[in-house]
């Protein structure tokens, strides 16, 4: 007896008469998204990728905040994968949420899943990407929620909007490469060129084909540039020459306006961004580069220079190559990163106020660190790279943790500790063997409905491996109060936070050598993943879950399953899980 049938009907039981044929308030969008492999080439190389409908960025997504859309992904490709809403909050409803083995298994080949995308509180630009394996190299595409059906900007009124997919490209099968790397325990590819809009530009060296994204503006214009940072693996730089930039917004909340000649961006990130194309007509590269944090002895990361071409439009004569943006950061300048992500800032205004929790009823100190293990025969060095949260690489489950949570499945995870097992000089020069080693688990840190969390994230710089971590959380953004450099200093750091106007975002870098501090409210009931949005080293373990429990009422608690949740296909039930309603299902 198969337990995938099993598992379809029962939630299929829960479902009947839930699903909504009528919205409450917004309007609901239905989207078809047929995933399949698609021929694309880049940097004069052929390869076949999975995209959803042949294209290679995916869809965007428009709707208006208080909206529900719908997205079935058939997937006729030939491994399984899901997908992920980015930056939206999901209430109630983690079984849309999407990440692999966290909310659900994947959506194997030949089949499909209808995900349920409500946007409630997020506004601006958020997007959505696959959360399995390394398939969001690909399968990704930007999310355009407008304000609410009688509610403006809080700005004003742009002329025009543009989308801009920061983005990177690998030679070779990337999922395929990392399996083999994972199985040696050595170090994931570096991408082989950074992309705008899909293509790399015409500054690249690697190969004679120009593939060069280009945007028309017309002068005088105020445009506003939706900005997705869908890069896999690395933190970027992004400038246009001659402009400067005015961002409005962050990760789907407004922000207060910072006007720089450039940004700095970690991968998961979304901006709003005001353009005014008020320079001489002409031809203007926007370029995009690696912000390279790790070690200085690190020197083999992609180097290229992605370039899009923004026109003016009009007659005038224009002769050369367009201006290159020369206060575009270089690789290494740490300071320039800084220096943007310092000025970041929520409205905090009346009508869009700041609810950072005062109150702490749960306070959690956790270590971002690089480690190893010793390996058997299966990998050359003996030793095996991993990255941790307290000492913990994260381990797949054999079964989603959502499934084994709502379904009470004991024995799949454990307890996240509220604090590292040992405390050391986190950020020193020496670590014995005690600290380089760790091991590999699957812990869940379990919330109280409405509890208030603060966190301080602790980078450390164990295996000389100290560098950014953008860490992201799912189901809800959290409030970043305070970040500094070297070992968090309970005692005078605190004395430094920010309560007034801290940024309300999803996804932020523990600097290199150094820590953060945030802070939330779990008031949104469901399982949610929190990880190190560098994918090599969510690959690598520096992960963790949320499970935040129900409250007292419906409105408090988690929505039932919807139906078709894919099964997880090396998970069959024990008989003893069965309860006496599966036992007659089946
Ligand atoms: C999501 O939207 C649907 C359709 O509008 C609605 O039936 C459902 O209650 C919403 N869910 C939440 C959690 O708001
Ligand atoms: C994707 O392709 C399918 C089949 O051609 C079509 O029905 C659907 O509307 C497309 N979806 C999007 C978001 O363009
Ligand atoms: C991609 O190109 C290869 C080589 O030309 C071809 O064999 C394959 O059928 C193509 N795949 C798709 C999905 O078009
Ligand atoms: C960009 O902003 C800076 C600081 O406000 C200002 O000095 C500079 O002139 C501006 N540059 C352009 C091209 O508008
Ligand atoms: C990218 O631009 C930088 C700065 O101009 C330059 O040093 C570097 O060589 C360029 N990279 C490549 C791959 O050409
Ligand atoms: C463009 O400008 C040139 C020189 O000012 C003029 O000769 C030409 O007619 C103009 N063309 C158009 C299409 O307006
Ligand atoms: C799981 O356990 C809880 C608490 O004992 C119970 O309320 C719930 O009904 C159980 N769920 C299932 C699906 O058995
Ligand atoms: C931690 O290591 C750093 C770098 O070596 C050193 O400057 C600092 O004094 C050390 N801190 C403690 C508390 O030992
Ligand atoms: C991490 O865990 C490993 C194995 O469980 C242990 O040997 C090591 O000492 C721990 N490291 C720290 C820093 O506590
Ligand atoms: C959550 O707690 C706050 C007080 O900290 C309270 O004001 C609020 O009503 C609670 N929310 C819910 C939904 O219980
Ligand atoms: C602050 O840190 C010190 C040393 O790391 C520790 O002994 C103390 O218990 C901590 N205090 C609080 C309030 O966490
Ligand atoms: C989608 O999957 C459901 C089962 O979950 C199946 O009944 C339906 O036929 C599938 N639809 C398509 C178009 O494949
Ligand atoms: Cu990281």
């Known amino acids: 007896?198969?337990?995938?049938?099993?598992?379809?009907?029962?939630?299929?039981?829960?479902?009947?008469?839930?699903?909504?044929?009528?919205?409450?308030?917004?309007?609901?969008?239905?989207?078809?998204?047929?995933?399949?492999?698609?021929?694309?080439?880049?940097?004069?190389?052929?390869?076949?990728?999975?995209?959803?409908?042949?294209?290679?960025?995916?869809?965007?997504?428009?709707?208006?905040?208080?909206?529900?859309?719908?997205?079935?992904?058939?997937?006729?490709?030939?491994?399984?994968?899901?997908?992920?809403?980015?930056?939206?909050?999901?209430?109630?409803?983690?079984?849309?949420?999407?990440?692999?083995?966290?909310?659900?298994?994947?959506?194997?080949?030949?089949?499909?899943?209808?995900?349920?995308?409500?946007?409630t509180e997020e506004e601006g630009t958020v997007w959505w990407h696959a959360h399995s394996d390394w398939t969001r190299e690909t399968v990704h595409g930007a999310i355009v929620v407008l304000p609410a059906e009688g509610t403006t900007y809080p700005f004003p009124e742009p002329d025009g909007e543009e989308i801009i997919i920061l983005g990177a490209w690998y030679v070779g099968k990337l999922n395929l490469i990392v399996e083999e790397d994972l199985a040696q325990g050595v170090n994931m590819p570096n991408s082989n060129g950074y992309l705008i809009n899909g293509y790399p530009g015409d500054l690249i060296v690697e190969c004679t084909m120009r593939q060069t994204y280009r945007w028309v503006v017309e002068y005088g214009k105020t445009y506003l540039i939706r900005l997705v940072t869908a890069v896999l693996d690395a933190e970027v730089f992004f400038a246009i020459a001659g402009h400067n930039l005015t961002v409005v917004g962050?990760?789907?909340?407004?922000?207060?306006?910072?006007?720089?000649?450039?940004?700095?961006?970690?991968?998961?990130r979304t901006m709003d961004i005001l353009f005014t194309a008020d320079q001489t007509p002409g031809l203007y590269y926007m370029a995009s580069r690696e912000h390279q944090s790790e070690d200085a002895t690190v020197t083999g990361f992609d180097h290229s220079n992605a370039t899009a071409i923004v026109e003016y439009q009009g007659n005038y004569s224009y002769s050369g190559t367009p201006l290159f943006p020369d206060d575009l950061p270089v690789y290494r300048d740490f300071k320039a990163s800084e220096i943007f992500t310092a000025q970041i800032r929520s409205l905090a205004s009346q009508e869009y106020p700041v609810d950072v929790p005062l109150d702490i009823t749960t306070r959690m100190f956790v270590v971002v660190s690089m480690n190893v293990i010793y390996c058997d025969d299966s990998c050359q060095s003996g030793h095996e790279i991993l990255s941790t949260l307290n000492n913990i690489s994260w381990l797949d489950p054999p079964v989603d943790i959502l499934k084994a949570y709502y379904w009470n499945i004991s024995g799949i995870y454990g307890d996240f500790p509220d604090y590292p097992p040992t405390w050391y000089?986190?950020?020193?020069?020496?670590?014995?063997?005690?600290?380089?080693?760790t091991s590999k688990g699957t812990k869940v840190k379990v919330l109280n409905f409405n509890e208030t969390v603060e966190l301080i994230f602790q980078g450390t710089n164990v295996l000389f491996g100290s560098m950014n971590h953008p860490m992201h959380l799912h189901g809800q953004s959290f409030y970043v109060i305070g970040s500094g450099y070297g070992n968090f200093n309970n005692e005078t750091d605190p004395l430094t936070f920010n309560l007034v106007n801290p940024p309300k975002l999803n996804t932020y870098p523990v600097p290199k050598n150094g820590w953060?501090?945030?802070?939330?409210?779990?008031?949104?009931?469901?399982?949610w993943f929190f990880h190190c949005h560098l994918q090599h080293h969510q690959s690598w373990g520096m992960a963790g879950v949320f499970i935040v429990l129900n409250g007292d009422t419906e409105e408090t608690s988690m929505r039932p399953p919807p139906p078709g949740m894919p099964s997880c296909p090396s998970w069959t039930i024990p008989f003893e899980f069965l309860d006496s309603d599966m036992k007659n299902i089946s």
């Open 1 to 119: 007896m198969a337990s995938r049938s099993i598992l379809v009907h029962v939630a299929a039981l829960l479902l009947i008469g839930v699903l909504p044929f009528a919205a409450h308030g917004g309007t609901v969008h239905y989207h078809d998204f047929i995933v399949k492999e698609t021929n694309v080439t880049r940097l004069c190389m052929t390869k076949s990728v999975l995209t959803v409908n042949d294209s290679f960025l995916g869809p965007v997504i428009k709707a208006r905040r208080g909206d529900t859309v719908y997205v079935n992904l058939h997937n006729q490709g030939d491994y399984g994968l899901t997908l992920h809403w980015h930056g939206v909050r999901q209430p109630r409803n983690p079984w849309s949420d999407g990440p692999e083995f966290i909310t659900q298994c994947a959506i194997q080949p030949s089949t499909n899943f209808t995900y349920e995308i409500n946007f």
């Open 250 to 268: 962050m990760d789907g909340a407004y922000i207060k306006p910072i006007v720089t000649p450039y940004i700095a961006a970690s991968p998961g």
């Open 425 to 437: 000089n986190f950020t020193g020069d020496y670590f014995d063997d005690s600290i380089v080693f």
């Open 516 to 527: 953060i501090a945030i802070r939330f409210r779990a008031d949104n009931p469901g399982v």
